[in-house]
């Protein structure tokens, strides 16, 4: 079963946090910040994962603390999950529309980390949301999935649907990326033999 449960605490956060890569898209999410949660929750469902995120950080702050320590996070719990990466496609990826927005992302399962981030979000925030978040998100996800992940965004000017476009496009491209390929599921999808 490709399941993850990660606990994380810190002077900043204490997260659980819980994923399956074989899931229906079922999620509960608290983060403490009402617009991460949406976001997060469009992930779960576009990537057809089951998650639960329950963090406690020090939103009095901002949200830094939080977005960065649940990116950190689920990228741990993707690389527990997908395990030594048998039988997946490895490679996803979507360009997806968002009404006015346009937004790109291909992934690489390589256990190497890389985010090639071309986003440009127009306004410093979403309600209370600071959007230079999303990159902080993304890069923490990367480092601790061991995934390349490229983000570019093609138009909008919308914040919103750039973000929430980015999130369910990236989910999109996961799912296809950790998918079995039923004619490789016992083999190693690259000619070193481990990824």
Known sequence: MRRSEINRKTA???ISLTLDL???GRSAIDTGCGFLDHMLT???KHGRFDLTV???GDVEVDYHHTAEDIGISL???FREAVGDKRGIYRYGNM???MDE???LSAVDISGRDYLGYGLEIPTEKVGDFDTELVEEFWLGFVRNAGITL????????NSHHIIEGTFKSVARSLKDAVAIDPAYANEIPSTKGVL
């Open 101 to 103: 927005a346009l937004i």
């Open 12 to 14: 900043e956060t204490d």
């Open 22 to 24: 074989d899931g229906s």
């Open 42 to 44: 469009l992930f779960a």
């Open 75 to 77: 990228g741990q719990a």
């Open 95 to 97: 360009i997806l529309p």
């Open 54 to 56: 329950k963090c406690v």
């Open 150 to 157: 490229h983000i570019k965004q093609f138009d909008g000017k």
